[in-house]
Every structure is written in C-alpha cells, then in structure tokens.
C-alpha cells in the first residue's frame, strides 16, 4: 500500500500564507510526476500543481503567481507554498503522484477566512 502523506493544513486569514509538505516512499518519488489537486464543498477536483521528475513545473490560473510547488529529491517531499490566500483558495488539498498509474495522500484542510 502506497501513502502519501500530506500536512500543514490549518486556518488562515486572507493575504496570509501557508506551506503544505506531501512525504511520498522514495521508490514513487524519484520516478513520478508529483501534483497537487485540491476540492472545495460542491466542486470537482481540480489541479493546482506538478511538478516532473526534472522540476518542470505547471499551475493553474487561479494560482499562478501566488502558488509554487517544489520537490526535495534528498527528503523525497514535495511543497506547495501558496501565498497571498483568498477565500476561494478554501478547499481539501491532496497531494498526487501519477506515472500512468496514479496515488494519492488524505487530503489536509485548508481555510481561508477571517
């Protein structure tokens, strides 16, 4: 059984920051293409992130500018740093490794509100 497990989740007001960290078995890390999708009540999952085993990296337009999304191949983890947060940034986050086969962590809340 593969786990991916997320954290650094929590409650935020708007403008404010928050790091989440996904630690992903090193024998996925270094051959998968490493996401973050995130779903928010009443909405389908959506991307967010990757980022390729070679560090190319892709947003959505909804964070481009805000977000960034980074791996260490030395502690096989992969952030997202998402900055200047909006109340529409509200969602579950879930951190995602896909290779033509696909997994994913729990999921860790985020809240943006004051």
Known sequence: QVQLVESGGGLVQPGGSLRLSCAVPGSIFRLYRMGWYRQAPGKQRELVADISTVGRTNYADSVEGRFTISRDNAKNTVY???NSL???????YYCNAYRGDMYWGQGTQVTVSS
């Open 86 to 92: 909006k109340p529409e940034d509200t969602a579950v």
């Open 80 to 82: 997202l740093q998402m």
